[in-house]
């Protein structure tokens, strides 16, 4: 299984955009990317997910790089209510299981 | 649309307990279903997995199992609880062919 390596905290201004870095350099060629967040006490959220290229929804933008040994999940204008720990995950597939590995992913703190 | 619910919300048990946790799924047929666990200031950890009724995996030893009766219905369950299995519990589902999966409010477990 691949895995995953991501910074245990870091800050944002509310209003500025959040990169968060994942390191996956043992991925594998048919693995994707998903992020997940956890809101405190609550249960994780998904994100977004991808394979090879950049991807973007109404929370975020994804960019993976070309060897995509890493990616970065991108915050473009936070707010406090962003405050939480943020899951880089690569999914492993077992059949039709499609478990996902949790790490202790990175703790982000908007501030005002 | 799909919801997902665990009961109970929180619970605060003696060791040496019996335990039963229970996640169901709305709007959907034929899910994945999946328990996890979250220590104190640590990541997911996944226990239990199901494809089918009647159909479990387990990812690590432990003292806990899990059954699900019905299609919809996840259930995690102790005969004696430890200390150690106290923990922040969460339930999720997928719906199969697709890659995300959504989680439940979870459950505060103490055990004392």
């Known amino acids: 299984d691949a895995k995953t390596t991501q910074p245990p905290s870091m800050d944002c201004a509310e209003g500025r955009a959040a990169n968060l870095p994942c390191n996956h350099s043992?991925?594998?060629?048919?693995?994707?990317v998903y992020w997940y967040r956890q809101i405190h006490s609550q249960g994780p959220q998904y994100i977004i997910h991808?394979?090879?290229n950049n991807e973007t929804n109404e929370m975020a933008s994804l960019i993976i790089t070309e060897d995509r040994k890493s990616s970065t999940l991108i915050l473009p204008h936070a707010t406090l209510r962003d405050t939480a720990v943020y899951y880089c995950?690569?999914?492993?597939?077992?059949?039709?299981?499609?478990?996902?590995?949790f790490g202790t992913g990175t703790r982000l703190q908007v501030t005002l | 649309s799909q919801t997902i619910h665990q009961w109970p919300a929180t619970l605060v048990q003696p060791v040496g307990s019996p335990l039963s946790l229970e996640c169901t799924v709305e709007?959907?047929?034929?899910?994945?279903l999946y328990w996890y666990r979250q220590a104190a200031g640590r990541g997911l950890q996944l226990l239990f997995y199901?494809?089918?009724?009647?159909?479990i995996s387990s990812e690590v030893p432990q003292n806990l199992s899990a059954s699900r009766p019905q299609d919809r219905q996840f259930i995690l369950s102790s005969k004696k609880l430890l200390l150690s299995d106290s923990g922040f519990y969460l339930c999720?589902?997928?719906?199969?062919?697709?890659?995300?999966?959504?989680f439940g409010p979870g459950t505060r477990l103490t055990v004392l």
């Open positions: 999720a589902w997928r719906r199969k062919g697709t890659d995300t999966q959504y």
């Open positions: 043992t991925i594998s060629g048919n693995e994707y």
């Open positions: 991808g394979l090879k």
């Open positions: 995950i690569v999914r492993v597939d077992t059949g039709t299981a499609s478990k996902l590995t």
């Open positions: 709007g959907t047929s034929n899910p994945n």
């Open positions: 199901s494809v089918g009724i009647g159909q």
